[in-house]
């Protein structure tokens, strides 16, 4: 992807506008993606924008606003010590061959390691069970929770059809807000546009310094 042209023009305000235009690496190729909006908000008054645009997109009772979902996944290690204790393989060989295998460490490495590690290939050997029931696993869902920043904002209609975001994806709630069932990144493959509402201690900061001075020699800044 790459930008072809910048159009800068006058809005609204004393605002200036800046267009960039891509080609269509954007939406084509390995790589592809949506873009999103990345923007820097106080991290004191995040909440806000959140509420904002909840109260903005959320007309006529319609839900179009929600957080996007994050989950984590097992791992080769962890889901070789779940997948042990269920075969009642003795803790202390499992703990024994997991401190063997490298962090980071997928299916393929794990063979290619068990190629130079004897203790290891014996215990491949040993319990093939483990070991197959093991890559089923990898990669599953292990746990859900809420992205930090991403607020999803869903398209007013569908269809022609006033539509809603459960009309786009599954969504559920969770500590008492909406979340998507989808990450970011399938978020993003759908064609949903995703804000990330980004957190900046260093705006805040000086949003409070700002402050201070105003109050100290009573200017405006």
Request: aromatic share 8%; proline share 4%; with cysteine.
């Amino acid at each position: 992807m790459k930008v072809t042209h910048i159009r800068i023009r006058k809005a609204d305000g004393p605002l200036t506008v800046m267009d960039a235009f891509v080609d269509k690496g954007l939406t084509e190729g390995g790589h592809a993606s949506l873009p999103d909006i990345d923007v820097d908000y106080a991290s004191d008054r995040r909440q806000e924008i959140k509420d904002y645009l909840e109260e903005r997109y959320n007309a006529d009772g319609r839900q179009r606003v929600f957080s996007a979902g994050t989950f984590t996944t097992m791992k080769l290690k962890a889901a070789l010590k779940d997948v042990a204790r269920v075969h009642r393989v003795p803790h202390s060989i499992v703990n024994y061959i997991t401190a063997m295998i490298d962090d980071g460490t997928d299916w393929t490495g794990l063979f290619r390691q068990a190629a130079s590690n004897r203790k290891l290939r014996d215990f491949i050997q040993t319990y093939p069970l483990v070991i197959e029931d093991v890559q089923g696993l990898l990669g599953q869902p292990k746990a859900a929770s809420i992205h930090a920043s991403a607020i999803v904002v869903t398209p007013d209609t569908r269809d022609g059809r006033p539509a809603e975001c459960f009309d786009f994806l599954p969504v559920r709630k969770m500590d008492g807000a909406l979340v998507s069932e989808f990450d970011g990144y399938s978020v993003d493959e759908i064609g949903l546009l995703k804000e990330d509402v980004l957190a900046t201690k260093e705006l805040a900061k000086l949003s409070a310094v700002i402050a201070l001075v105003n109050r100290n020699f009573g200017q405006e800044l």
